[in-house]
């Protein structure tokens, strides 16, 4: 039987016994003389009464009824709700999966050219290697330019030269990028993709890739040049050039970080100009020796510096006695470390970081520019067999201009013969 039924039957059984009773108890009250109205008006009112406990009974047995069916409807709208949620998420999910760059495949055919500061030095011999090897490997026409000496005038008009040609993307490495930005604005005017690299203030360009954070990097170095120094002593510093502007950053990332951490050490001079040339690097450290004889220690931002200075300290005895550290790679600088005269050198693969530059150009020509996100592993959507360690989580912060700057995370240090035997390959050169 329904529980409703069932519930009715039992009110009334209730209310005819409170009615039976009421009856009973006006009854005593006449036989002894009372008020014959009297009773009336109780028993009347004891019937209204009888009535109104056993509604306010009756609502309270449906309450609990009601408020059940209250909370049922609501598990039911929030398992509802959260199933909705739970596909939305795995949508989300499935789609930044895709962006991450595994199924990617690169489309071929594009003309690229890749822009280095200064040919025939090593850091850019391995740059052209990787350059060729994008080509190879995707079906992309390739190649790299440069100036012979680091010259902004001279970079200036191999972009020209590239425009004038009608290629695809140009990947630049400038030595001053404020120089070719006028020159790049022209190329993008004419829908030719732009990457830059080693250039956080380039304004003309999509994006520019760097391989760490360039202050990070520069403490880096001044942490290992503090350590060979003792925490104490007077050093120098140089880059290239005060134009070059991740090698300006790198300097000032060290000595911001020797003035907070090593308040015994002392900058006798900063960022002296070298023109990326290890003879001029070698001639400074010498002239600093004799300004400065109880000089202790060099930090050096390009690949030709370091190597320069120490090969100075190695002639003028000062092994073990002037710390050295820089920007360098073992292909240049193997002899200064096994020595001693060089400290420590830090790097990055530029051979990864130009793979990395074409990765991204051609990911725009084929119209991919909206996979370009912070779920972008490059390492994978680049398909380099081993990948590009240290471009598989990126950083997205806004450019100069209207580009974007992406930082990896691709910092390597070697201040041992043995680390530097790990990028000797199997020809017994090294790569790097």
Known sequence: MDDSILKEDEMKKRLSWLLALTLGASMVFTACGANAAAPASSAASAKSEAEEAVEEEAAEEEAPAEEEATEEAASSEAASSAEEATEEAAEEASSEGAAAGGDITLGSGYDIMTTVKLLGIGWFDRTETMVKEFGANTGNNCYQTGPSEADAAATNQLLEDAIATGVDAICIIPFAPASADSVLAKAREQGIVVISHEATDQVECDYDIEAFDNYAYGAILMDYLA???????????TVGAVTATSQCQWEEGGYNQQQEKYPNMTAVDRRIETQDEQANSKSIMAEMINTYPDLKGFQGATSQDAPGGAEAVAEAGMIGKITVV???????????????????????????????????????????????????????????????????????????????????????????????????????????
């Not at 350590?227 to 510093?237: D, N």
């Not at 130009?354 to 051609?362: G, K, R």
């Open 227 to 237: 350590e060979g120094m003792g925490e104490e002593g007077e050093y120098y510093t």
């Open 326 to 432: 820089g920007t360098s790679m073992p292909s240049i600088a193997s002899k200064q470390l096994e020595e001693g005269s060089l400290y420590a050198m830090a790097l990055w693969d530029p051979g990864l970081s130009v793979y990395a530059m074409q990765t991204l150009a051609v990911m725009m020509l084929d119209g991919n520019g909206d996979l370009i996100n912070e779920n972008l592993d490059l390492s994978a959507a680049s398909g380099y067999e081993g990948g590009l360690e240290g471009y598989d989580k990126l950083i997205f912060t806004d450019g100069a201009g209207d580009g974007k700057i992406i930082y990896a995370n691709a910092t390597l240090v070697i201040d041992s013969v043995e680390k530097m035997e790990q990028y000797r390959g199997a020809d017994g050169e090294f790569y790097l």
